[in-house]
């Protein structure tokens, strides 16, 4: 099971808590993961990533064992800790402003 930790606002969208659970089969990436959570949640398709192009948001972040994994390969494997459970892989709402 991956573990996978949403910002507030796409909690209160999904009626969800903090922290999901999901089927991920191998290789787990962030593709596979986003996959599963819009599968999962599909009122979440288009808040993390675009619809069409599937790429992050500008203001969507992925942070996984204390890296940024924003700008990583969406098809990248994901840390053995995320892809084994023990991590969570965290979606963060950026700030902007100024």
């Known amino acids: 099971m991956i573990r996978v930790i949403i910002p507030h606002h796409l909690r209160t ?3 969800s ?5 999901l ?3 191998a290789p787990v990436t962030q593709a596979a ?3 599963a959570l819009e599968a999962k949640y599909p009122v979440l ?3 993390i990533r ?3 192009t599937h790429k992050r948001r500008a203001l969507i972040r992925f942070f996984a064992c204390g890296q940024d994994l924003s700008h990583e390969a969406p098809d990248a494997p994901l840390p053995a800790e ?5 991590e969570p892989l965290m979606i963060v709402g950026a ?3 100024g």
């Open 45 to 47: 398709r288009g808040t």
């Open 95 to 97: 700030m902007a402003g």
């Open 33 to 35: 993961v986003l996959d």
């Open 23 to 25: 089927e991920v089969a």
């Open 50 to 52: 675009d619809r069409a």
């Open 17 to 21: 808590g903090k922290e999901v659970t």
């Open 13 to 15: 969208l999904a009626n």
């Open 82 to 86: 995320v892809a084994t459970g023990k």
